[in-house]
């Protein structure tokens, strides 16, 4: 089967694309959306705010989470903001600049139509949380409140506290319950999908493994939505959740979806250095924190006294230096790659001089101690509590940190994937952040596609099979899948090797940090190509999986799950390999301005890498969507 | 560092559980208190005995996952911090601590430490949310909220719904939960609407399946979010109100 890359992209201009599109799109009648039944996959933001809108609009939806409660997700995690167009504060914002910002920010590597619908919804999405009850912060005449953000120069975020992703989460949690109350959604908790199952072309339902009892079973539906989220996971160190993994998203590519851009992931700048061997996850602290605090390392690597004690002469405020114009709010790629070459250059700070300063006695002298506090008093108290150190008193100590993957499975416009009939929201997708995603940035994406954008395009597809029940899961195509499924299951059981799980995991992470991190070189990868796969092969053989299928087993889950980041790690690797320009979140060593800035050959490489899956992890193919800027001028990044 | 743990073991809902001794050595004051069980669970892997189950997955506190007794009190010994919070510097050399599930009739144990929370949902469904279809918001400017009421508001809506509450309550009562939810959106504006329908119908879904609330407190201070018991007052009184104003009843009252 010859896979093609249709991007459907509206013609018009950009800015009449989506509502031309709308109108153009065919509808469900009210009377027949309930004859449909849609999967939806994940509970965070996106697959929150699409089951509960699907559900809304008339659709019967079952939505599944391996969670106990679908307000356990990762998004609830997010810390500093959500972007909206919605000028508040009159400093010049518009649709078009956060169409332009978000651009330019992505290094030029994401769909211009993409990223202007999101930007004409994002102030939707503001309209939308409000009416819920999200506790945005507000100025003393009872309006919203903005704080400002990397990669910006406007106020467009809106922020609850340190808490925004929080507070946006259960507020489509809160939206999705009341469908569940009514009987519109069915929620199936504890459930995690395992497979897609595709007959003659189409998704027609999934795959899902009982995590309490083990069960494996089938769901049929028309469409299928995939909500599941980044794969920051395979570095093993990363600031998402211990349960966050790619297996939805990989299953569906093993099936026919094609996987874009895998390379492009995100390394943030502010999380906390790691302290030692046994750490389990890395905590982020909100970038927000850059408005306020600067950036710094002492001049002297050797230098051993504490922070305070050094005066302003001999300190390094790299950023201000570099970037005069963004300074302490340059984008988040350039901000790490920044705090990789102070620490690289030996002038990193803390006990294994592996982080930099972030210093808020500017900030503190200038706002007053309260101000401060009433801006970041529970970051401040999340990092005392982890470090041991008050960082009203000591600079906060900084590194950068596997945070978000721009990669995901490759979408139309409509958020189709290559596969008919099964969609991909949120950041299982690939489609809005280009090469580097924009701080809150990932807020607004999850909720446009899951509000905004999905209710209608999947009407367009719905459309088409009006009156077709859905495939019966007693069908063999079902059956296939299933016995597949268990055997993969069985198959961990069976190995009783010597190493545990999450010994491979952390090989396997370090193996991809070294070579698939921050930076990249040619042998570098070439290395990794040969290195996961001979390591893929070990864990086979020889990982230890204790326990039963037919109950509660965390270590047969996490088997699955790490069996999965070997096989996209592999392409991962291969997909930088073939890149050769340096792009947003994507750095090759080889290609770099004279001043160390990512270097892009947009002649050769301004496409979408679109991979193939073709049962050889090492051997995929590559499609490629090429990518066209009609209204935002190519042109070197510079935040200077 | 060394401690001596006492696991509380469980095979399944219905099975029997039963405390087990576990040796931890070589630990560092640096470790969370879960990558001490981390740590411990690779090892008991490696001796070819079943890992301790037990739910976490953000690790910062905030998805509301986590959750175990430490030596009798919810989250363990440190005020507002969830169990994934708790680093090892918090106890001594050569402690002995006790680990266990949250107990509540309302949450069975699934396997060891990890129960079932789903009662939580229900509350909610029954009531904790403003119904407001997507797309059919007014502009979010419309409606000033003045800067106290967000505040409190937010001071509510920071619960992440870990049930600690529960399980430090003697009662086993659900209130403070409930409470949190209740006033977030009853204080709001955008929640007077459905204000005296939310509060009735939150609480008779919370005392289907919870104990009843007798002032004790031992859930404020067992709550990682410092969530204040003042929320029960709000909602006791909106309760109380709720009785009579609620138009929806007017016809039945005779």
């Excluded at chain 1, 909100?286 to 504490?306: F, M």
């Excluded at chain 1, 984008?331 to 705090?339: F, K, T």
């Excluded at chain 2, 909602?235 to 109380?240: F, H, I, L, P, S």
Aim: some cysteine; glycine content about 8%.
């Amino acid at each position: 089967m010859t896979m093609t890359l249709d991007s459907k992209i509206p013609d018009g201009p950009i800015s009449d694309k989506w509502e031309n599109h709308k109108f153009s799109m065919k509808l469900v009648n009210p009377n027949n959306k309930r004859k449909f039944n849609v999967l939806v996959v994940g509970t965070g933001l996106g697959g929150a705010a699409a089951a509960a809108s699907l559900a809304e609009l008339g659709y019967n939806v079952d939505v599944f989470t391996y969670h106990d409660s679908p307000r356990r997700a990762h998004s609830i995690a997010a810390q500093g903001g959500i972007n909206a167009a919605k000028n508040y504060h009159g400093d010049g914002d518009s649709i078009f600049r956060l169409f332009y910002d978000t651009v330019k920010g992505g290094d030029f590597r994401s769909r211009e139509a993409n990223v202007h619908r999101l930007a004409e919804v994002s102030v939707d999405i503001i309209d939308q949380a409000t009416a819920q009850g999200v506790p945005f912060a507000r100025e003393y005449g009872g309006l919203l409140d903005n704080r400002s953000f990397g990669g910006a120069q406007v106020s467009r975020t809106f922020y609850a506290r340190g808490q925004t992703g929080q507070q946006l989460l259960l507020g489509a949690y809160s939206s999705l319950m009341r469908q569940v109350g009514l009987g519109t959604v069915k929620l199936h908790t504890k459930i995690e999908m395992l497979d897609v199952v595709v007959k003659d072309g189409r998704a027609v339902g999934i795959v899902t493994r009982d995590l309490v009892n083990g069960e494996i079973r089938s769901w049929s539906g028309h469409a299928v939505v995939l909500a599941t989220g980044g794969y920051s996971n395979v570095y093993y160190l990363s600031t998402n959740a211990m349960y966050c993994n790619a297996t939805a998203a990989w299953r569906a590519h093993r099936r026919g979806a094609a996987f874009a851009n895998p390379c492009y992931t995100q390394i943030h700048p502010t999380c906390i250095p790691q302290s030692d061997e046994f750490q389990s996850k890395l905590t982020l602290m909100s970038e927000s924190l850059r408005n306020d605090g600067r950036i710094w390392v002492p001049k002297n690597p050797d230098d051993t006294r504490r922070a305070r004690d050094i005066p302003e002469s001999e300190r390094d405020y790299y950023l201000e230096r570099i970037y005069p114009s963004f300074g302490n709010l340059a984008p988040r790629d350039v901000s790490s790659r920044a705090a990789k070459r102070a620490v690289d250059a030996g002038n990193g700070v803390g006990p294994l001089k592996n982080g930099v300063y972030l210093d808020f006695a500017d900030a503190i002298s200038r706002l007053g101690h309260d101000k401060v506090e009433e801006r970041y008093s529970n970051l401040f108290e999340m990092y005392e509590r982890i470090t041991d150190e008050n960082p009203y008193e000591t600079p906060m100590r900084i590194y950068p940190a596997p945070h978000y993957t721009m990669g995901g499975l490759w979408v139309d416009y409509n958020l189709m994937t290559t596969v008919p009939g099964l969609y991909a929201i949120g950041e299982a997708n690939f489609s809005d952040h280009g090469a580097n995603r924009l701080g809150a940035s990932a807020l607004m994406q999850g909720l446009a596609d899951g509000y905004f954008v999905l209710p209608y395009t999947i009407g367009d597809y719905l459309a088409g099979w009006l009156n077709t029940p859905v495939v019966p899961t007693d069908d063999p195509a079902f059956a296939a899948v299933e016995d597949e499924t268990k055997e993969r299951v069985a198959g961990f059981l069976a190995s009783r090797g010597t190493r545990t799980v999450d010994d491979f995991h952390r090989q396997l992470g370090r193996l991809v940090w070294d070579y698939c991190g921050m930076s990249r070189d040619e042998s570098g990868l070439d290395k990794a190509i040969s290195e996961i796969p001979a390591l893929y092969e070990e864990f086979k053989s020889d990982v230890k999986v204790l326990g039963t299928g037919d109950s509660l087993n965390q270590t047969l889950e996490k088997a699955g799950r790490v069996d999965d980041f070997f096989q996209l790690a592999t392409l991962m690797c291969v997909d930088a390999r073939h890149r050769e320009e340096s792009c947003g979140g994507h750095f090759r060593e080889e290609y770099q301005t004279e001043d160390g800035e990512a270097l892009r050959d947009d002649e050769n490489y301004a496409y979408v890498a679109a991979w193939e899956w073709t049962g050889d992890i090492s051997n995929p193919v590559l499609h490629k969507e090429d990518l066209e800027f009609e209204n935002v001028k190519l042109a070197t990044r510079s935040y200077k | 560092m060394r401690v001596t743990l006492q696991v509380w073991r469980q095979a399944n809902t219905d099975a029997r559980g039963e405390f087990k001794t576990y040796q931890v050595d070589d630990i560092k004051e640096d470790m969370s208190f879960l990558e001490m069980l981390d740590v411990l669970n690779e090892r008991l892997t490696i001796q070819g005995e079943e890992p301790i189950t037990f739910d976490s997955d953000c690790r910062e506190g905030i998805c509301g996952t986590c959750g175990v007794m430490v030596n009798g009190q919810a989250h363990g010994p440190e005020a507002a911090t969830a169990t994934c919070q708790l680093h090892m510097r918090s106890f001594q050399d050569g402690d002995t601590i006790t680990v266990e599930p949250w107990r509540a009739g309302a949450f069975p144990v699934l396997k060891d430490l990890m129960v079932d929370r789903a009662a939580f949902d229900e509350i909610i469904a029954s009531g904790g949310f403003i119904s407001v279809p997507t797309g059919s918001a007014p502009d979010a400017n419309l409606i000033p909220v003045p800067k106290s009421v967000a505040e409190a508001a937010m001071d509510a809506a920071a619960c992440i719904g870990c049930a600690a509450c529960v399980a430090a309550c003697p009662n086993s009562a659900a209130n403070l939960f409930t409470a949190a939810k209740v006033a977030q959106l009853n204080m709001l504006p955008q929640g007077q609407p459905e204000r005296w329908d939310r509060v009735l119908n939150m609480v008779e879904t919370m005392e289907s399946y919870f104990g009843s609330c007798t002032n004790h407190g031992e859930c404020e201070k067992a709550c990682p979010k410092s969530i204040s018991i003042d929320f029960i007052a709000i909602m006791n009184r909106d309760y109380v109100k709720a009785k009579f104003k609620n138009r929806r009843l007017v016809s039945q009252q005779g």
